[in-house]
């Protein structure tokens, strides 16, 4: 194995040696690399899986258990919450205990948790085992990288992360497909009872395959301080994303919550700089890679999760479509995912990570001005071409991002690098569903009063354009019941028009946020640190 590059992870301006210690080679099942992409695999796939799988139960959920409609928003926004704040430092963990305890911890956890919430009996049961969900699925995904990452040997491990970064994209985009299937042929309590033999199957893996590994100089103590600071920030920024849409961006309680997330973080980096063993050693970010890589993170999923949450409201609410149906028109996208991303990974690992992500974002921004030109009458084909060219685009950045920053961190530090990886796109995706909400929700505002009086509609009160307003902005059509049917479809049609306005700008900026993401894919490399487990294994 070549000697490794490390950089200073103290703030101190010494150089510390970061030597992964040498591992026996895997004989049999334990330690081998591909059984253990295997298993990671399995484990990863729950926590993506149900970013996406439950908003399809939802409606079934809130009618079963009789919950309001904020109640029911929290299913969604608990999970979010306690992943997004609890990543980092439970990618610290798995520095300091072990990345196969830490995996096997969360695998059990999650598992748990997904059945519990199946037995829950009310909405303030399922939104708490939701957080711990989160809380678990947090200790999985850092884990996983983290194995990866010492297992495999240098040329191999972007396929790996290909591979991996595939079945985070299969299971995101694919957990409304299997969600419809089951709530409409099942129940609700099947969206989470199914997790429960996948987190049976993915322990039994584990305890045969999984291999512990440690660098030599991992951390030995916790900075509880450091924990405290950077989980405020975390908890302050995600609720005041998630709550600007019904507060208002104006709304003095979101810039009340940002402030503090501000602050939050400066009191952060300055402790940082002050403790011995740091929870994230500043001195990562003096690797301009690294920092390029979680930047264009952030913008990748701006773009990607903020776009795509209008497209499911496009094809349900403005084509008809049910919960299943839409899933399927979403295969294209799925598909490239599944294609792309071995793809990309056997790409980086021949020119480095530089091009394919530039070459993936500038098809990204393609997809999303695409997007962009979508009318209330566009066919599957044309649809089915702009979602497989966005799966297309982001099958490298899954791959090379993850390998950027993972790779770009010493060995000691390969969770708290995931837990950064995967923070923040959790974050980019908060900003983009938030950012481009505001977007489509100003656009909505400013167009509807004129488009309804164009159409010769009766005027509406400010109160009744309001209502009407919220509705439009999800592309549901305001028809009051017993409307009759000629006045009906002229609502209909200023609904979906000025819906299809909104979710034209929003895609606009998805693809401008892509294009600013092009040039910062231009500064990022080949992990310095990258040597992973280059002495471990059979391939």
């Known amino acids: 194995m070549t000697s490794q590059t490390t950089i200073d992870t103290t703030g101190s301006g010494d150089r510390a040696p970061a030597a992964l210690p040498e591992q026996p080679s895997a004989t049999g099942l334990r330690g081998h690399p591909w059984l253990t992409l295997i298993t990671v695999a399995v484990g990863v796939m729950m926590v993506a899986l149900d970013g996406t799988i439950v908003a399809i139960a939802n409606p079934a959920i809130q009618k079963d258990l ?61 939104v708490t085992f939701r957080v711990f969900q989160g809380l678990f699925g947090a200790l999985l ?73 440690r660098a030599d100089n991992a951390p030995r103590s916790f900075d509880l301080p450091g924990i405290g600071l950077l989980s405020g920030a975390m908890f302050c920024l995600v609720w005041a994303l998630i709550k600007a849409p019904s507060w208002g961006w104006g709304d003095g309680r979101t810039w009340t919550f940002i402030a503090a997330s501000v602050l939050g973080f400066a009191l952060f980096s300055f402790w940082e700089t002050k403790v011995k063993e740091p929870l994230i050693p500043l001195g990562l970010f003096r690797s301009v890679p690294l920092s390029a890589g979680v930047v264009l993170m952030v913008l990748m999923a701006i773009a990607f999760m903020g776009g795509l949450f209008f497209v499911t409201f496009y094809l349900q609410n403005v084509h008809g479509m049910d919960p299943v149906d839409a899933g399927l028109h979403l295969l294209p996208l799925t598909g490239m995912m ?18 394919p992500l530039a070459g993936g974002m500038a098809a990204t921004t393609i997809a999303m001005y695409g997007m962009s030109t979508l009318k209330a009458d566009t066919g599957s084909a044309l649809m089915s071409l702009w979602f497989a060219l966005l799966g297309l685009g982001l099958a490298p950045v899954m791959v090379g991002a993850t390998e950027v920053i993972v790779g770009n961190a010493p060995m000691e530090l390969s969770g708290v690098a995931g837990g950064l990886q995967q923070a923040a796109m959790q974050i980019g995706g908060s900003l983009g569903t938030a950012v481009l909400g505001a977007v489509m929700a100003s656009k909505v505002d400013g167009d509807l009063a004129g488009n309804w009086a164009a159409a010769g509609l009766p005027k509406l009160t400010d109160a009744q354009l309001a209502q009407a307003s919220e509705a ?68």
Do not use: C
């Not at 299971?171 to 009872?193: C, D, E």
């Not at 599944?338 to 091009?355: D, E, F, M, N």
């Not at 000629?486 to 693809?511: C, N, P, Q, R």
């Open 141 to 213: 995904m850092p884990a996983a990288l983290g194995l990866l990452r010492a297992t495999f040997p240098a040329e191999k491990l972007n396929m790996a992360i290909g591979i991996w970064g595939m079945v985070i994209g299969a299971s995101t985009a694919g957990g409304p497909i299997l969600g419809g299937v089951l709530v409409q042929h099942v129940s609700w309590q099947s969206v989470f009872f199914i997790n429960v033999p996948v987190g049976l199957s993915a322990l039994a893996l584990g305890v045969l395959i999984l291999r512990d590994h």
């Open 338 to 355: 599944i294609v792309g991303s071995p793809l990309a990974g056997a790409a980086i690992t021949k020119l480095g990570p530089r091009i």
């Open 66 to 126: 009789g919950a309001t409609f904020a109640q029911v928003q929290w299913i969604t926004n608990g999970y979010f919450l306690s992943l997004a704040v609890s990543l980092i430092t439970a990618g610290k963990l798995g520095d300091r205990f072990g990345h196969r305890q830490t995996f096997l911890i969360g695998v059990v956890g999650f598992a748990a948790a997904s059945g519990a919430i199946g037995l829950s009996d009310s909405i303030g049961l399922v």
């Open 472 to 539: 439009v902005q999800v592309g549901v059509a305001p028809v009051a019941k017993g409307t009759p049917a000629e006045i009906a479809a002229k609502i209909t049609d200023v609904a979906h028009d000025t819906f299809i306005s909104g979710m034209s700008l929003a895609s606009l900026v998805a693809a401008g946020v892509a294009a600013v993401a092009i040039l910062v894919a231009l500064l990022t490399k080949r992990g310095e640190n990258a040597e992973g487990g280059a002495g471990v294994g059979h391939i």
